[in-house]
Every structure is written in structure tokens, then in C-alpha cells.
């Protein structure tokens, strides 16, 4: 089992950036790939960014690509999610969740999820 809570998130304007944290807890988080994803009001869950358990690949979506960076710390047991040149597109409530597997885009396949932090971002 791995709890995870994101924080980091808040208001900023276009053109800011924010860095999103994933603190977990439990069982071998670093044995876990993670991903990011978003929720804008009234829109499904997409996908935002993944990384392997070791942090030696990372896969974005195609818009954010050369905007965020993810990243994560095993010995601290904590992921990151640098977001720069936001644009007020990006506004969404961001999870970032884990599994046991190797990384997807898919959320379905991911076993592990944070509650979820907000960011906005204002034009």
C-alpha cells in the first residue's frame, strides 16, 4: 500500500509557474512508477506526465511537453512536477498517482492516488 498526498498547487498567473509535490507514504515508493495527471471542470482525466521507478524515463502529453518537468526523489519519498509558462489552460485539480508496473498514460491502470491539489491559473 502507498498514501499519497500532493500539495504545491494554488493561483498564479500565465506565464508563472508552480511546483507541484507528491509525498508517499507506506511500502516502496521508489519500487513504483508515477504519473500526473489533471481534471478540468466538466472535462475527463488526462493524462499529464509519467516517470519510471527510477526516474531513468519520462513521458509527457504532447502539451505540456517543454513546459513541465517531472521528477522524483526516492529517498525522500517524493515526486515533483516543475510547470512553467502556465497557461490558463492548465487549470485543473492535478493527482499524482502509482503503480507497480512500469508507467502509462492510462489512469485506469495506475493502483494509488492522492486526493488531488487545485491550480489556477489566471489570464
Known amino acids: 500500500q502507498v498514501q499519497l498526498v500532493e500539495s504545491g498547487g494554488g493561483l498564479v498567473q500565465a506565464g508563472g509557474s508552480l511546483r507541484l509535490s507528491c509525498a508517499a507514504s507506506g511500502r516502496a515508493f521508489s519500487t513504483y512508477a508515477m504519473g500526473w495527471f489533471r481534471q478540468a471542470p466538466g472535462k475527463e482525466r488526462e493524462f499529464v506526465a509519467a516517470?519510471?521507478?527510477?526516474?531513468?524515463?519520462?513521458l509527457y502529453a504532447e502539451s505540456v511537453k517543454a513546459r513541465f518537468t517531472i521528477s522524483r526523489d526516492n529517498a525522500e519519498n517524493t515526486g515533483f512536477l516543475q510547470m512553467n509558462s502556465l497557461e490558463p489552460e492548465d487549470t485543473a485539480v492535478y493527482y499524482c498517482a502509482a503503480r507497480t508496473a512500469t508507467y502509462s498514460v492510462d489512469a485506469s491502470q495506475y493502483n494509488y492516488w492522492g486526493p488531488g491539489t487545485q491550480v489556477t491559473v489566471s489570464s
Open positions: 516517470i519510471t521507478w527510477n526516474g531513468g524515463n519520462t
